[in-house]
C-alpha cells in the first residue's frame, strides 16, 4: 500500500514491477550460491529406500558428515539429472547396467572397494560383479537386488502360473497389475519371447515381444506409477495377479490383504542390483568413503531390511537376522542367495531405447 | 494530448511479462522445437535433423486414437466441470453474504493445499472394491458383495478429473459473475423477460470471457493430464499424456517433444478458431 | 453487491434453496476424499487405505521428527509465494495492455501468453534445465524452480485479470477524469478496487498451482526438495500414513489462517466500534 501512497502514475507502478523482476533475476546467481556454505554435507541422489532419517543423523552425529538425499524416481531421470548439474551431487544410486554407463559417460569415478572395511560385510559374490569392475577398482558401493516374480491370490487363481505366457489367459481379463515401466515391461516381455538379450532386443525380436504385449493388455488392470499401487490392488482384491518385487507378499498382507503366493516364471525375469555411485564432479569426493563406510554397516543394512522387505548385499547384516529371530523371512526373500541376483536378467539401459518406448506405447495405448 | 501519454503507459504493462517470457519461456519453447526435429541416441540428444518424430506420430493409429479419446475425455470433463460450477459460483454471488464469500471460496480450494497425489489416491480409497462406497452399500445390506464400480475406467477419470478442475472454473466464474450488474439483469425482468430469457440475452454475453477463461483453465490442462488416468483409469483409461510420459521416462526427449508440440497445436487451432468468445460485445462501445 | 432479498416470490424461495443444496453437494463432493484422507492418517494400518486396524498419533511423531519434511515444508513455502508475488504482479500487469491497447493481434498475444499452460510441465522444466546450466551456467536452486514455476501460473493470472477488465466500463474511469482524478487516482479508487477480486483469485490460483506443483520443480530445484517431490517419491515404496499426517497437517494450519483471516477484521471492527462508542459517549 505505501507504494500507492506515495502518489506515483500506473506507469511508473507498472516500471517499477518490471524492475524488481529485472532484480530478481540478476540477483538470482547470488542465491544460488548462498546455500552451499556447509562444508560436510552430501548430496545424495538416490530412491528413498536406500536410507533411513535415524540412520543419516545417526552418522552425522558420530562423522560429522550430514547426507541430504534428493529423491528420483527412474534411472533416465537420474542419469539426465547428474549429467546436467554435475557438481552439485556427491553420491548417487543407479541400477545394475545404469553403473557402467555413468562411468564409461565420465559422469561417476570408481574406487577401490577394498580399501573400505565395511566391504568385508558384503557377500562375497558382491564384490566381484564382472559388470561393476574397472580394473581393479569398483564402480559402485552395492547395496540391494530384487528379483521381478509373478504374485497371485490363489482364492481366484487356481493353478500356479509359472511362465509369462500363463498370463494371457483370457480368464484373468483385467486382473493383472504391474508398474509403468515401458523398458523393463519389454524386457519381460523380451524373455516371454524368448529374445537373447531382453534389453538389446533385435527389431523383430522387439516386434514379437510388441505382440506378446498386445495380447496381454486386455489383461491388465492397471500399469501402476507406483509399486504401492500394485500392493493395494492384490489387496483390495481389484487385482488377482501382481507382476513386481520380492516382499510384495508381506506388504500386501501388512495393507491387509489375502495371503498372496509367489510364481518364478520358468522362462526366466528381470530384476535389479542397486548401487552408490561417487559422481566424478564431486566435490566431497574425499569424504565419499568414510560416509559410506559408516552409513552401510550391518545394523543399519539388517534395519533396511527389516521396513523395505528386500534382499540386500550386506551378510554380516543377514547374520544378525538370523540371530534376532528374522531368519525365516529373510530366508523367504532370498536374502542369503544373492548367486541368484545373476540368474536374472539384470536392469540397464536399452540398446535401442527409442523402439522400446515406440513398441510398449503401440501396444499399450488406446 | 491526455491520451498520448495513456498511450505509452499502455504497453508497459507488457515490459516485466516480457522479461519473464523472452527469456524463461520463448528460449526454452525453441529448445523444445529444435528437439522435435532432433534425435536421442543412447540417451542423449544428437543434434541431426529429421521430421521422423512427427511421421512416427500420425504413422501409427494408437496415437491418434488415443489422442481422439483424450479430447473426448476432455470436452466431456470440461462441460461437467462448468456444469458444476457455474451454479454454484452463482450461488456464491446471488446468496451469500459478502463478507462470506471469500472464505467460501476459499474452502474451495483448500482441499487443494494437500497433495495432488493424496487426494487422487483418497479416490482410490472412495470407489474401490474395499472403498468407502462399498462398505457403506455392504453394512446397509444393498448389496452383499462388492460392486465393481467404474473404477479404472474411463468414468472413474472423468470423475477424478471434475474434481480436480473444479476449484478453477468456480474462481474464475466467481470472478467474472461477481463483477456483473445485477440492475440490468432485474430491470430486463421488471421489463418482463422471463428469468431464462434475461440470463440468455443479458447475464450470458457479458460473463463470456468468464466462461471461455474457465474453459480453456479446465480444458487445456486436462489434455496433458497424466497421473490421474493412470492412478484411476487403469488400462482402459489412458490417456495421450501416459504416452507422452512414457517417451519422457525412456529419455526419449525428441519424441516426446514432437508429441507435446502436436497436442499445443490443436490447442492454438482451437483457440483461434474460438477467439471470437473471448472478445465481448462491448456494452458501452458507442461512447468510445 | 445486490442481493435479491427483494424477490420474495415462492419459486425465488424454491430456486434459492435449490442453489443452496447444491452448494453443499458441491462441498461434500470436494471434502470427501480430504476428509478419508484425514481419517488415514490416523489409522494404524501402514498402507493408508481400509480397514481401520486401531486408532494412532504415531505417524504425527515421525512427521515432527522428520528434519527431511522440515526442511521440504520451509523450501515450498517459500517458493510458493515468491511464485505468487511474481505471477501476481506480472499477470496483473500485462492484463492491462492485453484488454486496453491498440496492439495489433492482440488475441494472437493472447493465445501466445496461453502457451506455457499447453506445453506439458515435464517439457518446460527439461528445457529450462538445459536453458539453465548449458546457456546461463546457473547452479540450481529453489530460485530456478521459481522462475520455472512462475513462467506456467503467470498466464492464469493474467487470463483471469483480462476477464474481469473486459467489459469493465470505461465510462467509470473517464467519469473520474472528468471529476479530476490523475491516472494514479483511478487506478487506486475506480480500476483496482473493481478488478480486486480477479486479482485475489489468480493469486489464490497461483499459491494452489506452486504448492502442489511437482514435475517442473523436479527438473529444477537441484539438491533440494518440495513437498510434493517428497510425497511423491515416498509413496513410491509403499505409501505410509505419515504422508497423510503431512497432509493432515497443512490442512489444519490452513484452516487456522483462513480462520484467523476470517475472524479478525471482523473483530478489530468490533473492538473499533467499541471504542468509538465510548469515546462517543465521553465527548
Not at chain 1, 546467481?29 to 541422489?45: C, D, I, K, V, Y
Not at chain 2, 514432437?258 to 497436442?263: D, G, T, Y
Not at chain 3, 513410491?236 to 489444519?252: C, D, Q, R, W
Amino acid at each position: 500500500m505505501s507504494v500507492y501512497e506515495r502518489g506515483i502514475t500506473r506507469g511508473d507502478l507498472l516500471k517499477a514491477g518490471g524492475a524488481g523482476a529485472l532484480g530478481l533475476v540478476a540477483a538470482r546467481p547470488a542465491f544460488a550460491g548462498l546455500a552451499r556454505a556447509e562444508s560436510t554435507t552430501l548430496n545424495w541422489l538416490t530412491w528413498s529406500d536406500h536410507y533411513a532419517n535415524d540412520q543419516l543423523k545417526a552418522v552425522a552425529k558420530s562423522i560429522g558428515i550430514q547426507g541430504r538425499p534428493t529423491l528420483f524416481s527412474d534411472n533416465a531421470d537420474a542419469y539426465l539429472k547428474i549429467k546436467r548439474t554435475g557438481s552439485q551431487f556427491d553420491i548417487v544410486s543407479g541400477d545394475a547396467l545404469w553403473v557402467p554407463k555413468y562411468h564409461k559417460d565420465g559422469l561417476t569415478e570408481s574406487f577401490d572397494l577394498s580399501a573400505l572395511p565395511v566391504s568385508k560385510q558384503l557377500f562375497s559374490i558382491a564384490r566381484s560383479f564382472p559388470f561393476w569392475q574397472d580394473g581393479s577398482h569398483y564402480m559402485g558401493y552395492p547395496f540391494s537386488w530384487s528379483t521381478v516374480q509373478i504374485y497371485y491370490n490363489p482364492k481366484y487363481v487356481t493353478t500356479k502360473p509359472d511362465s509369462w505366457h500363463a498370463l494371457l489367459d483370457k480368464k484373468y481379463q483385467g486382473k493383472i497389475s504391474l508398474e509403468n515401466i515401458p523398458t523393463d515391461v519389454m524386457a519381460i516381455a523380451a524373455r516371454a519371447t524368448g529374445a537373447k538379450k531382453p534389453y538389446s532386443m533385435t527389431t523383430a525380436e522387439i516386434s514379437k515381444a510388441k505382440d506378446f504385449l498386445k495380447a496381454f493388455k486386455p489383461n491388465v488392470l492397471k500399469l501402476a506409477s507406483q509399486n504401492n499401487e500394485v500392493v493395494r490392488a492384490l489387496a483390495d482384491g481389484s487385482a488377482w495377479i501382481g507382476i513386481t518385487n520380492l516382499g510384495t507378499d508381506d506388504r500386501v498382507k501388512d495393507a491387509g490383504g489375502p495371503v498372496i503366493k509367489t510364481a518364478y516364471p520358468k522362462e526366466g525375469t528381470i530384476g535389479f542390483i542397486d548401487s552408490e555411485q561417487m559422481v566424478k564432479a564431486s566435490k566431497n569426493k574425499a569424504v565419499f568413503e568414510k560416509f559410506i563406510n559408516t552409513t552401510e554397516q550391518a545394523p543399519w543394512i539388517a534395519q533396511n531390511f527389516l521396513t523395505n522387505g528386500r534382499p540386500l548385499f550386506n551378510e554380516k547384516a543377514w547374520k544378525m537376522l538370523v540371530n534376532q529371530g528374522h531368519g525365516d523371512r529373510a530366508k523367504r526373500l532370498l536374502y542369503n542367495q544373492p548367486q541368484k541376483a545373476l540368474k536374472m536378467t539384470i536392469k540397464g539401459p536399452a540398446g535401442n531405447e527409442q523402439a522400446y518406448v515406440d513398441a510398449f506405447n503401440e501396444a499399450l495405448g488406446a | 494530448m491526455g491520451a498520448r501519454r495513456f498511450a505509452v503507459g499502455e504497453y508497459l504493462g507488457f515490459a516485466p511479462a516480457l522479461i519473464l517470457y523472452g527469456a524463461f519461456f520463448a528460449v526454452p519453447l525453441s529448445i523444445v522445437v529444435a528437439y522435435s526435429f532432433w534425435k536421442v541416441r543412447d540417451y542423449n540428444v544428437v543434434h541431426e535433423w529429421t521430421i521422423d518424430n512427427y511421421r512416427y506420430f500420425f504413422s501409427v493409429p494408437t496415437y491418434v486414437r488415443t489422442m481422439w479419446a483424450t479430447v473426448w475425455v476432455a470436452v466431456l470433463s470440461t462441460a461437467l466441470t462448468i456444469a458444476v460450477a457455474f451454479p454454484f459460483a452463482y450461488w456464491l454471488v446471488r446468496h451469500v453474504p459478502r463478507r462470506l464469500q471469500r472464505t467460501l471460496l476459499v474452502l474451495v480450494i483448500l482441499p487443494f493445499w494437500t497433495s495432488y497425489l493424496l487426494r487422487v489416491y483418497s479416490w482410490l480409497n472412495i470407489l474401490g472394491p474395499s472403498g468407502a462406497i462399498n462398505r457403506f452399500l455392504q453394512w446397509t445390506h444393498v448389496t452383499s458383495s462388492p460392486v465393481s464400480f467404474f473404477l479404472y475406467d474411463r468414468p472413474a477419470v472423468v470423475l477424478v478429473l471434475v474434481y480436480l478442475y473444479f476449484p478453477f472454473a468456480a474462481l474464475t466464474l466467481y470472478a467474472s459473475l461477481e463483477r456483473f450488474d445485477w440492475d440490468q439483469f432485474k430491470a430486463a425482468m421488471d421489463l418482463g423477460a422471463r428469468p431464462a430469457t434475461a440470463m440468455r440475452k443479458i447475464l450470458l454475453p457479458q460473463i463470456r470471457p468468464g466462461i471461455t477463461t474457465a474453459v480453456i483453465f479446465v480444458f487445456i490442462p486436462i489434455l496433458g493430464e497424466y497421473l490421474a488416468p493412470q492412478l484411476v483409469g487403469g488400462t482402459r483409461g489412458i490417456m495421450i499424456g501416459n504416452l507422452i510420459v512414457n517417451f519422457f521416462s525412456g529419455a526419449e526427449y525428441t519424441r516426446g517433444a514432437a508429441a507435446s508440440l502436436l497436442i499445443a497445436a490443436l490447442i492454438v487451432v482451437l483457440l483461434v478458431v474460438f477467439r471470437r468468445s473471448l472478445e465481448i460485445k462491448d456494452p458501452y462501445a458507442s461512447g468510445r | 453487491m445486490p442481493r435479491d432479498a427483494e424477490v420474495v416470490s415462492p419459486r425465488a424461495g424454491l430456486m434459492r434453496g435449490l442453489l443452496g443444496g447444491w452448494a453443499v453437494l458441491v462441498y461434500v463432493f470436494l471434502f470427501a476424499p480430504v476428509v478419508l484422507l484425514v481419517a488415514f492418517s490416523f489409522n494404524a494400518n501402514r498402507y493408508g487405505t481400509f480397514p481401520f486396524t486401531g486408532w494412532t498419533t504415531k505417524w504425527y511423531g515421525q512427521v515432527f521428527g522428520d528434519y527431511q519434511i522440515r526442511d521440504a515444508l520451509t523450501t515450498t513455502l517459500k517458493v510458493s509465494a515468491e511464485v505468487t508475488l511474481i505471477s501476481t504482479v506480472v499477470g496483473t500487469a500485462a492484463a492491462f495492455p492485453l484488454v486496453r491497447s491498440r496492439l495489433p493481434f492482440r488475441s494472437g498475444i493472447r493465445i501466445g501468453m496461453t502457451l506455457p499452460i499447453m506445453i506439458p510441465g515435464l517439457l518446460i522444466g527439461i528445457s529450462l534445465l538445459v536453458l539453465f546450466t548449458s546457456v546461463f551456467h546457473w547452479q540450481l536452486s529453489p530460485q530456478t524452480a521459481v522462475i520455472g514455476q512462475s513462467v506456467y501460473t503467470t498466464p492464469f493470472v493474467m487470463l483471469l485479470v483480462a476477464a474481469r477488465l473486459q467489459g469493465f466500463d470505461p465510462a467509470l474511469e473517464r467519469a473520474a477524469s472528468d471529476l479530476g482524478a490523475n491516472t494514479f487516482r483511478r487506478l487506486r479508487h475506480v480500476v483496482l478496487p473493481l478488478i480486486m477480486p480477479a486479482v485475489f483469485a489468480g493469486a489464490l490460483f497461483a499459491f494452489t498451482l506452486s504448492l502442489d506443483e511437482f514435475i517442473i520443480t523436479l527438473f529444477l530445484i537441484g539438491a533440494q526438495n518440495t513437498l510434493p517431490i517428497y510425497i511423491y517419491t515416498q509413496v513410491k515404496f509403499g505409501i505410509t500414513p505419515e504422508v497423510n499426517a503431512l497432509a493432515s497437517l497443512l490442512l489444519g494450519a490452513s484452516i487456522l489462517l483462513i480462520g484467523i483471516a476470517f475472524v479478525l477484521p471482523t473483530a478489530i471492527r468490533r473492538a473499533r466500534r467499541l471504542r468509538h462508542g465510548a469515546a462517543g459517549a465521553r465527548s
